[in-house]
């Protein structure tokens, strides 16, 4: 995104996260600004959208990529707490930032969202049940906000990643997934909404 000119936010619970993302980008003169937010809080989520808009008088594109996974094993071990971790960041706290940004969207004619989900979310991951049941209802929630959002002129789309060697015999790279969701935030893809596109090297997936 900030290639093709965007102002760019990002946050990060960890500090030094921020200060590492914010100068790599500006060593690819970026146009950035860091902070820390755990998406998991109102108050930290009220403080990003607040500073968004203030340093960029708007909001136009809306990437939610945060995730957390505290479980590893079989579903039936997992406890409550777990379920409310995941769900918390996973899932809700992306619908509650889309709530919050629409308003500002809406005062600039439109906008973009993009979920990034997973390859999980079409097909369980063995060992991560509760983390894969959260990327699936990343699809639902993107369904499910375009057809609410489109009179908005508010675009909403997912992205299913998994960068393993699979068909094409190497690796993702960041920059392919990140070449994605740019397409998807563009005029090019202005007829695009309710959609998740995979980014799988060939992985076959789809509910």
């Given at each position: 995104?900030?290639?093709?000119?965007?102002?760019?936010?990002?946050s990060?619970?960890?500090k030094?996260n921020?200060?590492?993302?914010?100068a790599?980008l500006?060593?690819e003169?970026?146009?950035v600004?860091?902070?820390?937010?755990n998406?998991g809080?109102?108050e930290?989520r009220?403080?990003?959208?607040?500073?968004?808009?203030?340093?960029?008088?708007?909001v136009?594109?809306?990437?939610?990529?945060?995730?957390?996974?505290?479980?590893?094993?079989?579903?039936?071990?997992?406890?409550e707490?777990?379920?409310d971790?995941?769900?918390?960041?996973?899932v809700?706290a992306?619908?509650?930032?889309?709530k919050?940004?629409?308003p500002?969207?809406?005062?600039?004619?439109?906008?973009?969202?993009v979920?990034?989900?997973?390859?999980?979310?079409?097909?369980?991951m063995?060992?991560?049940?509760?983390?894969?049941?959260?990327?699936t209802?990343?699809?639902?929630?993107?369904?499910a906000l375009a057809?609410?959002?489109?009179h908005?002129?508010?675009?909403?789309?997912s992205?299913?990643?998994?960068?393993?060697?699979l068909?094409?015999?190497?690796?993702?790279q960041?920059?392919?997934?990140?070449g994605?969701?740019?397409?998807?935030?563009?005029?090019?893809?202005?007829?695009?909404?309710g959609?998740?596109?995979?980014?799988?090297?060939g992985?076959?997936?789809?509910?």
């Open positions: 995104m900030g290639h093709r000119g965007a102002h760019v936010v990002v990060s619970r960890r030094e921020v200060e590492k993302a914010v790599l500006q060593s003169k970026i146009q600004t860091g902070t820390t937010c998406v809080k109102r930290d009220e403080r990003l959208v607040k500073l968004t808009v203030e340093q960029c008088g708007g136009d594109i809306f990437i939610s990529n945060a995730a957390v996974n505290p479980f590893f094993g079989n579903m039936m071990d997992s406890n707490e777990v379920w971790k995941i769900l918390d960041v996973n809700k992306a619908f509650l930032l889309t919050l940004v629409v500002h969207m809406e005062k600039r004619g439109g906008g973009s969202v979920f990034v989900s997973s390859v999980a979310g079409y097909q369980p063995q060992g991560l049940g509760p983390y894969s049941v959260s990327k209802a990343l699809l639902g929630l993107t369904r057809p609410e959002l489109a908005s002129n508010i675009r909403v789309n992205l299913a990643e998994f960068k393993k060697q068909c094409i015999k190497r690796l993702g960041p920059q392919e997934v990140g994605v969701i740019a397409f998807l935030c563009s005029e090019e893809a202005s007829y695009i909404t959609e998740t596109i995979t980014v799988t090297g992985m076959g997936c789809r509910l």
